[in-house]
């Protein structure tokens, strides 16, 4: 049977977003696998120049604000 290691999961902060997190999250802990969470900067801020470290961090604490219910989960968090 195939392992389950990573569970990827893009975020966009929508309510959907949000479920699929959660549904991973139960996933994971089922298989004692790692979520991965993504959020990929939207095209408008690369068009217009590099996006602000103000605003790089705004989302990167926003990434930290999406928890598993199990704190035991290991969750990581990438900004592209």
Known sequence: MLQIRRILVPIDWAELSN???QVAASLAREHDAEVVVLHVVPLPAQMYGPPSE?????LLEELCH????DPKTPVQRLLV
């Open 54 to 58: 103000s605003y790089l961090d705004h």
């Open 66 to 69: 999406i928890k598993p219910s």
């Open 19 to 21: 479920r699929a997190f």
